[in-house]
């Protein structure tokens, strides 16, 4: 037997909410990112200490890489 499953409003509405607090975060994330590249960048003494200190702190040139890297 199929058992149909309706979704209960209540529930619907807090997915709703989360996925809203989740796109909110992940834009938030992405200002910060981009911040700290910016600063590391202004205070490295050349391309290859801003490409190491990028490394040390786990901030790459690509948002998307780092979303694979938390695991979104």
Known sequence: MTWARHGDPQ???FTGRMAGIKAEE???LDQQ???A????AGHAADAT???ELLAMLGLTGARG???A???S
């Open 11 to 13: 529930e619907l509405e």
């Open 26 to 28: 992940t834009a938030r």
């Open 33 to 35: 990112h981009d911040r």
């Open 37 to 40: 590249m910016i600063t590391v």
């Open 49 to 51: 200490d801003c490409a």
């Open 65 to 67: 890489s780092r979303d």
């Open 69 to 71: 890297e938390i695991g």
